[in-house]
């Protein structure tokens, strides 16, 4: 077993703690305790918040645009040669190829310009607004933690038992996460190490109603939960593995992924872990006056791009990939207009990574609008709200019902399709209607798609990475049953296409990969 | 929030003197929220002084000593002597290498400062400070120095005069980018920061781009307002510290518009002196004095604002604060003063952050290293690293907005309580108390329990040494069935005599280890239980 050293001299960013208290009025919020559907049983959302703002332009940049962000950010901007090529109208950071393999391989996915109304430029309410998936300046919970609290009313009362002795998130560092609050508690658990031991001794002290006696039961719980927590995860960092060899020691963020590979593989049930990367919040020297392409925001995409690459290498050669996935967000973008200290400051809407096996690949969305004319303070607009980003992955991944996701958002959720595809014909229970099979898979110049479907019109689509349409294979009203329909594929380029199919009854869309 | 509607809330909401009983209670009361960590000793002279006497000399800030050089790459002045006023080489790697000779001794003359305060708001005031406006140390250890004195110095005095001071000091103009700030390239960062976190504070937002009392149309006008100042002489071989310099040719002379926030004011071209018009409308909406004593509030009081508090005590502290124009020691003294202060439901409301756990330990013990001046520095900086370990590095707040113990609701101060945290707390605790101590130049700086015990009513008496210890270390009186489980461990589960008998031979023999050895023991056991004790971990 590793051992951890006694001080730590990280500091790793806010968010919220467990809040106690015992005897309070609780009325659950769901009438029954929903289920998880069995095929969202042991899958891990990671998330990785990008703590300051960080700059989109810079990092998924629109090639398309490239004259005007010369005239908007001479000083910042990328040269045109150096920025990687990922398609004809956007192109990545140069420091990005573990992100830019990651995405010609169809595990990752861009969202672009997603934010929401009336952008909030205070780094702190914005942040509060993303970690709470609300503009509700009332409401204290994070998005994860409402959705916790209707699947686990009480907690931390009672947690954790012999249903789930682990914790339900955890956050890498020292500090919770402000996503997993609750009403009463943070359903996340933070640790530095899964190695660390934790033997704490605990107190007998009372909780007499006052504000002394609530941090009484707070401190007590938190002993407790630290105490049966931690030999969780001992036992499960003890168990687990980690088998790639691109992660950098160096890098804080790989080091931290692969211990939550090591958790993941040693069978620890949580379903959330948090990390964090400070230092986003670029108002000046975000490059190098000397090269653009170096300096403090290079530096941080390169840890971002390195670490997700390694994880998502190891997840694969753990076999895990199917249960995992990714997402990083900020708190907002940047204006699109540098400033004189080779900087920017605070805008609006920005671009979101998804990572994994089962995310619906490709661009969503298009670029932002780069124009010639320099306007004070402008940002990039919202396009997609950030708040359907998350209702999306609580129904595509986590199979929530939507008739449950709806009340945790203040808004009328629009799904967007990010993290489905690896949900279709795996599970009975929730076994998409349309049934979708593309065989063979990988295929080369014909495959098949099979498909079910009732008396109705339907439309199936061969769709690249970017989301455009190369291909119908189907637009026409069928019969209710099974149908299998050929599909030519001789004119597809190399790589992984969606087959989107459209129906009155829904959408459902299956990944498939073309060979040479 | 929650725990207004499950936590008893205050009784008294009177912002009148207090009347009631001055007792060890509330004097230790005062002292813990006022300082890092009082002794026995300062609590029973502040229960014999009486509050108002008490009251006022806390408030009050003494002269401090500067820091001094002890890292042999302090190639400029001599190892002993302060480098606040010293030039830097010209080699710019020399440079470097003296910077961080000067950060090390900054960072231990301010645990040193922490670790010796006097009975004085001093220290807890000056973090407030910190924590106020967020800047982390600059590259010129200088600069950082003379900011840390910028806020001792207006500490107590008046707050519209400090707002100024610290928009043009060097360390803000660089932290904040106030330095790049020009007419040509405005840079918002300062002008945002100076209206939603130092000044007037950030209310909902109520229209695009719109705050409650300020909009986007004032960061840009303020932006412009600020413009032309730069900081020159950082690290330089010639100039004794950096300083800021106006330039007119950087700064934007056109008339700037406020909102209708500011009654539709205008800023006109006032050059250097420009930002202190502007400053001065800010402060004539009251909004500003609101915002202030609130956050003074949150953290000498409670981080609970009831709508009780918010309708009952803040607007008396803002009156107050008007009244006085921006007085800050008008405000506290009331506040210190006060029936509402003093109510029981709000002892033990706060959760110690890591450095009044820290030296809320060490302070009370009367635990100073007197080592030499390089043993005494490294150990500072060692405990410097335990704070940072439990998540509170005191020159480099996480951001602008300070510590989210302080701003994040509903957690607040729980925040210094994470799994991980906690641990390291624990650890420490273990470190300093029945482990080898924390190791310096082949000294082990321990709490020192002799000294502790020594210090209490009547040392010799198991049940009054139990006592004391916890009017010292813990915010209410514990329950009899925990104050048995802690004698115990003071008496090794032998009668109370036995005890008295162990402390009085140790007195008898003074500088013989054979008896002094076992008291220091039975108390250091002691304490090592107290500070794992939920209790010790509030104030």
Same mark, same amino acid.
Request: glycine share 6%; aromatic share 10%.
């Given at each position: 077993?590793?051992?951890?050293?006694?001080?730590?001299?990280?500091?790793?960013?806010?968010?919220?703690?467990?809040?106690?208290?015992?005897?309070?009025?609780?009325?659950?919020?769901?009438?029954?305790?929903?289920?998880?559907?069995?095929?969202?049983?042991?899958?891990?959302?990671?998330?990785?918040?990008?703590?300051?703002?960080?700059?989109?332009?810079?990092?998924?940049?629109?090639?398309?645009?490239?004259?005007?962000?010369?005239?908007?950010?001479?000083?910042?901007?990328?040269?045109?040669?150096?920025?990687?090529?990922?398609?004809?109208?956007?192109?990545?950071?140069?420091?990005?190829?573990?992100?830019?393999?990651?995405?010609?391989?169809?595990?990752?996915?861009?969202?672009?310009?997603?934010?929401?109304?009336?952008?909030?430029?205070?780094?702190?309410?914005?942040?509060?607004?993303?970690?709470?998936?609300?503009?509700?300046?009332?409401?204290?919970?994070?998005?994860?933690?409402?959705?916790?609290?209707?699947?686990?009313?009480?907690?931390?009362?009672?947690?954790?038992?012999?249903?789930?002795?682990?914790?339900?998130?955890?956050?890498?560092?020292?500090?919770?996460?402000?996503?997993?609050?609750?009403?009463?508690?943070?359903?996340?658990?933070?640790?530095?190490?899964?190695?660390?031991?934790?033997?704490?001794?605990?107190?007998?002290?009372?909780?007499?109603?006052?504000?002394?006696?609530?941090?009484?039961?707070?401190?007590?719980?938190?002993?407790?939960?630290?105490?049966?927590?931690?030999?969780?995860?001992?036992?499960?960092?003890?168990?687990?593995?980690?088998?790639?060899?691109?992660?950098?020691?160096?890098?804080?963020?790989?080091?931290?992924?692969?211990?939550?590979?090591?958790?993941?593989?040693?069978?620890?049930?949580?379903?959330?872990?948090?990390?964090?990367?400070?230092?986003?919040?670029?108002?000046?020297?975000?490059?190098?006056?000397?090269?653009?392409?170096?300096?403090?925001?290079?530096?941080?995409?390169?840890?971002?791009?390195?670490?997700?690459?390694?994880?998502?290498?190891?997840?694969?050669?753990?076999?895990?990939?199917?249960?995992?996935?990714?997402?990083?967000?900020?708190?907002?973008?940047?204006?699109?207009?540098?400033?004189?200290?080779?900087?920017?400051?605070?805008?609006?809407?920005?671009?979101?990574?998804?990572?994994?096996?089962?995310?619906?690949?490709?661009?969503?969305?298009?670029?932002?609008?780069?124009?010639?004319?320099?306007?004070?303070?402008?940002?990039?607009?919202?396009?997609?709200?950030?708040?359907?980003?998350?209702?999306?992955?609580?129904?595509?991944?986590?199979?929530?019902?939507?008739?449950?996701?709806?009340?945790?958002?203040?808004?009328?959720?629009?799904?967007?399709?990010?993290?489905?595809?690896?949900?279709?014909?795996?599970?009975?229970?929730?076994?998409?209607?349309?049934?979708?099979?593309?065989?063979?898979?990988?295929?080369?110049?014909?495959?098949?798609?099979?498909?079910?479907?009732?008396?109705?019109?339907?439309?199936?689509?061969?769709?690249?990475?970017?989301?455009?349409?190369?291909?119908?294979?189907?637009?026409?009203?069928?019969?209710?049953?099974?149908?299998?329909?050929?599909?030519?594929?001789?004119?597809?380029?190399?790589?992984?296409?969606?087959?989107?199919?459209?129906?009155?009854?829904?959408?459902?869309?299956?990944?498939?990969?073309?060979?040479? | 929030?929650?725990?207004?509607?499950?936590?008893?809330?205050?009784?008294?909401?009177?912002?009148?003197?207090?009347?009631?009983?001055?007792?060890?209670?509330?004097?230790?009361?005062?002292?813990?929220?006022?300082?890092?960590?009082?002794?026995?000793?300062?609590?029973?002279?502040?229960?014999?002084?009486?509050?108002?006497?008490?009251?006022?000399?806390?408030?009050?800030?003494?002269?401090?000593?500067?820091?001094?050089?002890?890292?042999?790459?302090?190639?400029?002045?001599?190892?002993?002597?302060?480098?606040?006023?010293?030039?830097?080489?010209?080699?710019?790697?020399?440079?470097? @290498?003296?910077?961080?000779?000067?950060?090390? !001794?900054?960072?231990?003359? =301010?645990?040193?400062?922490?670790? /010796?305060?006097? *009975? %004085?708001?001093?220290?807890?005031?000056?973090?407030?400070?910190?924590?106020?406006?967020?800047?982390?140390?600059?590259?010129?250890?200088?600069?950082?120095?003379?900011?840390?004195?910028?806020?001792?110095?207006?500490?107590?005095?008046?707050?519209?005069?400090?707002?100024?001071?610290?928009?043009?000091?060097?360390?803000?103009?660089?932290?904040?980018?106030?330095?790049?700030?020009?007419?040509?390239?405005?840079?918002?960062?300062?002008?945002?920061?100076?209206?939603?976190?130092?000044?007037?504070?950030?209310?909902?937002?109520?229209?695009?781009?719109?705050?409650?009392?300020?909009?986007?149309?004032?960061?840009?006008?303020?932006?412009?307002?600020?413009?032309?100042?730069?900081?020159?002489?950082?690290? @330089?071989?010639?100039?004794?510290?950096?300083? !800021?310099?106006?330039?007119? =040719?950087?700064?934007?002379?056109? /008339?700037?518009? *406020? %909102?209708?926030?500011?009654?539709?004011?205008?800023?006109?071209?006032?050059?250097?002196?420009?930002?202190?018009?502007?400053?001065?409308?800010?402060?004539?909406?009251?909004?500003?004095?609101?915002?202030?004593?609130?956050?003074?509030?949150?953290?000498?009081?409670?981080?609970?604002?009831?709508?009780?508090?918010?309708?009952?005590?803040?607007?008396?502290?803002?009156?107050?604060?008007?009244?006085?124009?921006?007085?800050?020691?008008?405000?506290?003294?009331?506040?210190?003063?006060?029936?509402?202060?003093?109510?029981?439901?709000?002892?033990?409301?706060?959760?110690?952050?890591?450095?009044?756990?820290?030296?809320?330990?060490?302070?009370?013990?009367?635990?100073?290293?007197?080592?030499?001046?390089?043993?005494?520095?490294?150990?500072?900086?060692?405990?410097?690293?335990?704070?940072?370990?439990?998540?509170?590095?005191?020159?480099?707040?996480?951001?602008?907005?300070?510590?989210?113990?302080?701003?994040?609701?509903?957690?607040?101060?729980?925040?210094?309580?994470?799994?991980?945290?906690?641990?390291?707390?624990?650890?420490?605790?273990?470190?300093?108390?029945?482990?080898?101590?924390?190791?310096?130049?082949?000294?082990?700086?321990?709490?020192?329990?002799?000294?502790?015990?020594?210090?209490?009513?009547?040392?010799?008496?198991?049940?009054?040494?139990?006592?004391?210890?916890?009017?010292?270390?813990?915010?209410?009186?514990?329950?009899?069935?925990?104050?048995?489980?802690?004698?115990?461990?003071?008496?090794?589960?032998?009668?109370?005599?036995?005890?008295?008998?162990?402390?009085?031979?140790?007195?008898?023999?003074?500088?013989?280890?054979?008896?002094?050895?076992?008291?220091?023991?039975?108390?250091?056991?002691?304490?090592?239980?107290?500070?794992?004790?939920?209790?010790?971990?509030?104030?």
């Amino acid at each position: 077993m590793k051992r951890r050293s006694f001080v730590k001299n990280v500091s790793l960013a806010s968010a919220a703690a467990p809040f106690v208290l015992k005897d309070i009025n609780f009325q659950p919020i769901a009438k029954k305790l929903f289920n998880y559907s069995k095929m969202a049983e042991g899958r891990v959302l990671v998330i990785i918040r990008l703590n300051g703002g960080n700059d989109g332009l810079n990092t998924v940049i629109p090639v398309d645009q490239y004259a005007n962000l010369v005239v908007q950010r001479s000083n910042i901007v990328i040269p045109e040669t150096s920025i990687l090529p990922i398609t004809a109208e956007v192109g990545f950071h140069p420091v990005m190829t573990g992100m830019r393999n990651m995405f010609n391989d169809g595990k990752l996915s861009i969202i672009q310009n997603v934010g929401y109304p009336e952008q909030n430029r205070s780094h702190f309410r914005s942040m509060d607004i993303w970690t709470s998936g609300s503009m509700d300046i009332s409401e204290t919970r994070g998005w994860l933690g409402r959705d916790f609290d209707n699947h686990y009313p009480n907690y931390p009362n009672d947690y954790p038992n012999a249903t789930y002795p682990d914790p339900f998130a955890i956050s890498m560092g020292f500090e919770v996460s402000a996503t997993c609050q609750g009403l009463m508690g943070n359903f996340s658990h933070a640790i530095t190490d899964p190695f660390a031991s934790f033997n704490l001794a605990n107190g007998n002290a009372v909780n007499d109603g006052t504000y002394f006696g609530s941090h009484m039961e707070y401190i007590q719980t938190l002993i407790d939960q630290t105490n049966q927590y931690g030999d969780q995860i001992n036992a499960a960092a003890n168990a687990g593995n980690t088998l790639s060899t691109l992660y950098d020691d160096n890098n804080p963020i790989a080091v931290q992924l692969r211990y939550v590979a090591q958790m993941i593989s040693g069978g620890l049930q949580s379903k959330v872990y948090i990390l964090n990367i400070n230092g986003f919040d670029t108002h000046d020297a975000q490059v190098l006056m000397t090269d653009p392409t170096l300096g403090t925001h290079a530096d941080l995409l390169k840890t971002l791009s390195d670490a997700v690459e390694a994880f998502q290498d190891d997840l694969n050669l753990l076999g895990l990939e199917q249960k995992v996935a990714g997402m990083t967000f900020s708190e907002f973008g940047r204006q699109i207009a540098s400033n004189a200290s080779y900087g920017t400051d605070h805008g609006d809407a920005a671009p979101m990574f998804l990572f994994g096996a089962c995310i619906n690949s490709g661009i969503i969305g298009p670029n932002p609008t780069v124009t010639d004319q320099l306007v004070n303070q402008a940002g990039n607009e919202m396009m997609i709200d950030f708040r359907d980003v998350y209702a999306s992955i609580l129904k595509d991944w986590f199979q929530v019902d939507p008739v449950e996701i709806q009340p945790l958002f203040e808004h009328t959720i629009s799904y967007v399709d990010v993290l489905g595809a690896c949900n279709v014909g795996l599970d009975e229970e929730q076994k998409d209607e349309s049934n979708l099979l593309v065989y063979p898979n990988p295929a080369r110049s014909s495959a098949t798609l099979k498909l079910d479907c009732k008396d109705e019109w339907v439309k199936a689509e061969i769709c690249d990475l970017q989301g455009r349409s190369v291909g119908v294979v189907c637009d026409r009203q069928l019969t209710p049953g099974t149908h299998s329909i050929p599909m030519d594929i001789s004119h597809l380029s190399q790589g992984h296409y969606v087959i989107k199919v459209y129906k009155y009854s829904g959408i459902a869309s299956i990944k498939f990969q073309k060979l040479k | 929030m929650l725990p207004d509607q499950s936590v008893d809330t205050p009784v008294s909401l009177s912002m009148a003197p207090f009347a009631g009983p001055w007792t060890k209670w509330e004097a230790a009361h005062l002292l813990k929220r006022t300082m890092f960590g009082p002794t026995n000793q300062q609590i029973l002279d502040a229960v014999a002084a009486g509050m108002n006497a008490t009251v006022a000399n806390v408030l009050q800030i003494p002269a401090i000593d500067q820091p001094l050089a002890f890292d042999a790459a302090e190639t400029i002045v001599p190892f002993g002597s302060t480098w606040v006023n010293a030039v830097y080489p010209s080699n710019a790697a020399q440079a470097q @290498s003296v910077e961080t000779a000067r950060q090390l !001794s900054l960072g231990a003359w =301010i645990m040193k400062r922490l670790n /010796t305060e006097p *009975l %004085s708001i001093a220290e807890k005031l000056c973090f407030f400070w910190v924590n106020h406006f967020g800047v982390t140390a600059i590259q010129d250890s200088r600069g950082t120095y003379n900011y840390h004195m910028l806020l001792r110095q207006h500490a107590l005095g008046n707050f519209k005069q400090m707002i100024k001071d610290v928009t043009i000091d060097p360390a803000m103009l660089l932290f904040l980018n106030g330095a790049t700030n020009t007419l040509y390239s405005p840079n918002e960062n300062y002008a945002r920061e100076l209206l939603e976190l130092f000044t007037i504070g950030k209310g909902p937002q109520i229209g695009p781009g719109d705050y409650s009392h300020y909009t986007e149309e004032d960061v840009a006008a303020g932006a412009k307002i600020l413009t032309g100042y730069i900081v020159e002489g950082l690290r @330089s071989a010639t100039l004794t510290s950096p300083q !800021s310099t106006f330039f007119p =040719i950087l700064h934007d002379t056109t /008339t700037k518009q *406020l %909102s209708y926030h500011f009654g539709n004011a205008t800023v006109a071209n006032n050059g250097a002196l420009e930002y202190s018009d502007y400053i001065d409308i800010i402060f004539q909406q009251d909004q500003v004095a609101t915002h202030i004593c609130t956050k003074l509030y949150r953290y000498f009081v409670n981080y609970d604002l009831t709508a009780d508090v918010e309708a009952n005590v803040i607007p008396i502290m803002v009156q107050t604060m008007i009244s006085n124009n921006y007085e800050i020691l008008p405000v506290l003294d009331e506040l210190f003063k006060s029936e509402h202060f003093y109510d029981i439901s709000l002892k033990g409301a706060v959760i110690r952050n890591p450095l009044e756990a820290i030296f809320g330990a060490f302070n009370p013990a009367e635990s100073v290293p007197n080592y030499d001046l390089t043993t005494n520095s490294n150990l500072y900086l060692l405990i410097y690293g335990f704070a940072q370990g439990q998540g509170l590095d005191y020159a480099t707040p996480p951001s602008v907005a300070g510590w989210t113990a302080y701003y994040l609701a509903p957690n607040f101060t729980k925040l210094w309580l994470s799994s991980s945290y906690i641990k390291n707390r624990f650890d420490f605790a273990t470190l300093v108390t029945i482990f080898t101590g924390i190791p310096s130049g082949g000294n082990n700086f321990k709490v020192n329990a002799l000294t502790l015990v020594d210090g209490l009513s009547i040392p010799s008496d198991a049940p009054t040494v139990i006592d004391d210890l916890c009017d010292v270390y813990c915010p209410k009186p514990i329950s009899a069935a925990q104050k048995l489980v802690l004698k115990n461990i003071l008496t090794n589960g032998l009668p109370d005599f036995e005890w008295t008998i162990q402390y009085n031979d140790y007195i008898a023999n003074p500088g013989n280890t054979t008896f002094s050895d076992p008291v220091r023991l039975r108390i250091e056991l002691v304490i090592n239980r107290i500070f794992k004790m939920p209790e010790f971990h509030t104030i």
